[in-house]
């Protein structure tokens, strides 16, 4: 029974309810994932560029380190940001509680942090490439883990049913790729001829492709499932608040670049591939806090 | 010893007395609540009646906000209840995300999460909640779940058949009781929220902190 006949049937209004206030994870959590699935991206981006194109790629192995710390360091600051008492942040490591996939994810994102410098070293000061890339590997193995953790913390918020851990995992992981790729073809400029572009611009397509059809998947059959489910994409449904958002995420995250690199495929434009990357990013974003705030705004009580 | 709470919503009648013990004993900042009264209007004039549901923390068996929890902030103490160390919360909002009873808020004066906690402090020394203590038609009945001689005991005994808990779907085992609850009452989605059909039309919440 889908929740408009269940309300028609009970004729029940609420007269007084002083809810809790609804959004209490904002948008600084959405640049959080955000900026996360573009640190963890292009590493595993550059791994495969080093198997692919060594020639090429080993001009990257130090500009994809920076760009990796820089942008873990973002979400490292949001996340401090977020909490209502950052100067606790330090109980994490002092009285941590291994269940909760908080404690996990930052145990996990402390030791990638300190495995990039180590990779900053090896290919700035000590220039040693062997060493560079036998830790990329495992640099790699950890990227994996500490872009999931986040899928992992929002399967175990409980109350919002919309976020279910083996689609959040999955989306979690094609986002890292779709920025990943993104961010990449952005900033290898010459260092990259257009084989390797072209190679980047595919894993841009599928991970967008495939994180089109995991939404369009959810918005469709999710509501068969639950009722909670239902009631949260009425959100993005017909008038919803975050309708016109979360449209404008999809065709600027997965649609358009996904026409953009067919066209830049068919015209073997470069500037082409540049534009779908940056659509990409930007719209990584929209989907992202489009998914975070409306589970969000269904009353619990 | 497993401390649970039974409220019957037969008795209940809206007086939310529960509500300003709770607020009074807690010391609950303004424009937030760790108990509250859900007012639910049923059918069409003159058909018509009003629920009253007090609304609180579940103190569940099977806590998602004590497994999110990073720091252990919320654990279970001996007696069953879930507590909140507030020296120790680092203000993530994981359990407030996590609470499928929306039973979790963030002070706005310590800007850390706090909730019911059935009076902890008062049960340490043997006295019962506050709410339970104001309730002047006893819908309140709380203590021993293992204990087979104890009101609330008693009470789930004579009413099998009645009792229930909300969200049982969320496997979370709560050890608070309604008896007398329907789906209008226990399933937030079985009501509607119309605007200006709300009692208090103007209400504010504080700030909490940052851009939150």
């Given amino acids: ?301 | 010893m497993q401390l649970g709470f039974l409220v019957d919503l037969h008795l209940c009648m809206g007086c939310k007395g529960c509500e300003i013990a709770c607020k009074v004993e807690n010391e609950v900042p303004l424009s937030t609540w760790r108990l509250r009264v859900k007012y639910v209007d049923v059918g069409s004039f003159p058909e018509t009646r009003r629920t009253f549901t007090p609304l609180r923390c579940n103190h569940c068996e099977n806590a998602p906000c004590e497994r999110i929890c990073p720091v252990s902030a919320l654990h279970y103490l001996e007696n069953g209840i879930v507590n909140i160390d507030k020296e120790r919360c680092i203000g993530c909002a994981g359990c407030v995300m996590a609470c499928p009873y929306g039973a979790i808020y963030i002070d706005p004066q310590t800007q850390t999460a706090d909730k019911c906690t059935y009076c902890a402090h008062r049960v340490a020394s043997s006295m019962m909640p506050a709410c339970v203590v104001a309730c002047p038609v006893q819908a309140n009945i709380f203590g021993d779940l293992e204990d087979p001689m104890s009101n609330i005991s008693k009470y789930i005994e004579k009413n099998q058949g009645n009792v229930q808990v909300r969200k049982p779907e969320k496997g979370t085992n709560p050890h608070h009781y309604y008896v007398g609850g329907g789906n209008v009452t226990l399933n937030p989605l079985a009501s509607a929220r119309l605007e200006g059909h709300s009692l208090f039309t103007k209400i504010t919440t504080l700030p909490v902190g940052g851009h939150h």
Avoid: C
């Fill in chain 1, 1 to 301: 029974m889908a929740a408009h006949e269940i309300l028609a049937a009970t004729n029940a209004v609420v007269t007084l309810d002083v809810a809790l206030p609804g959004i209490v994870w904002p948008w600084l959590v959405t640049v959080n994932m955000w900026a996360k699935s573009i640190g963890t991206g292009v590493i595993f981006m550059l791994f495969m560029l080093l198997r692919l194109y060594p020639e090429q790629a080993g001009k990257l192995r130090f500009p994809t380190t920076v760009v990796s710390i820089i942008f873990i360091h973002i979400f490292l600051l949001f996340t401090l940001a977020d909490l209502h008492q950052p100067f606790r942040m330090w109980h994490i490591f002092f009285y941590p509680h291994v269940t909760s996939a908080i404690t996990v994810g930052a145990w996990m994102a402390t030791a990638f942090v300190g495995l990039l410098f180590l990779l900053a070293f090896l290919s700035f000061i000590k220039k040693d490439d062997a060493a560079f890339d036998k830790t990329l590997t495992w640099v790699t193995i950890l990227a994996i883990p500490v872009t999931l953790y986040t899928a992992a913390l929002m399967s175990q918020s409980t109350a919002r049913e919309l976020w279910q851990m083996p689609t959040e995992s999955a989306q979690m992981i094609f986002a890292a790729l779709l920025s990943g790729s993104a961010f990449m073809i952005l900033m290898s400029g010459s260092k990259l001829n257009y084989e390797a572009k072209k190679t980047l611009g595919v894993v841009l397509g599928l991970s967008a492709f495939m994180s089109f059809v995991l939404y369009m998947s959810e918005y469709i059959f999710g509501p068969m499932k639950a009722e909670e489910i239902a009631a949260v994409l009425e959100y993005i449904k017909g008038d919803g608040p975050y309708t016109v958002m979360f449209w404008l995420g999809q065709w600027t995250a997965y649609l358009l670049p996904m026409l953009l690199i067919v066209l830049s495929r068919a015209s073997k434009s470069e500037s082409i591939l540049k534009l779908a990357a940056i659509l990409a990013l930007a719209g990584l974003w929209l989907v992202k806090h489009v998914w975070l705030m409306i589970p969000q705004l269904l009353p619990m009580s």
